[in-house]
């Protein structure tokens, strides 16, 4: 039989790797970021806009932050329809 004091330990029980996945997400998200900066500039691509309000400055941004604004407070009041009662299984 193992000891208790025999405790197996993990990869991510060390401090110095928990570091490691930080700045790797840190890193991985800067290089996603790259060509959204570098459309802002209008460097990568231009963009063929179809209706005037796409010119608007970061359009996009802001039209999907209204978005997922109005489907979480949808699903709140969708919640109250959908919701049982708290004893209903028993």
């Known amino acids: 039989m193992s000891n208790p004091d025999d405790k197996k330990k993990y990869w991510l029980d060390e401090p110095k790797n928990i570091d490691k996945i930080y700045y ?26 179809e209706f005037q309000m796409e010119n ?14 109005a489907l979480i ?3 709140k009041k969708l919640r109250k329809v959908l ?8």
């Open 83 to 90: 919701m049982r009662s708290e004893d209903y299984y028993d």
């Open 24 to 49: 790797a997400v840190l890193v991985l998200c800067v290089l996603i970021a790259i060509p959204d900066v570098l459309s802002l500039l209008n460097i990568v691509y231009h963009k063929h806009i």
């Open 56 to 69: 608007i400055f970061e359009f996009y941004s802001l039209y999907g932050l209204v978005c997922y604004v």
């Open 73 to 75: 407070l949808i699903a």
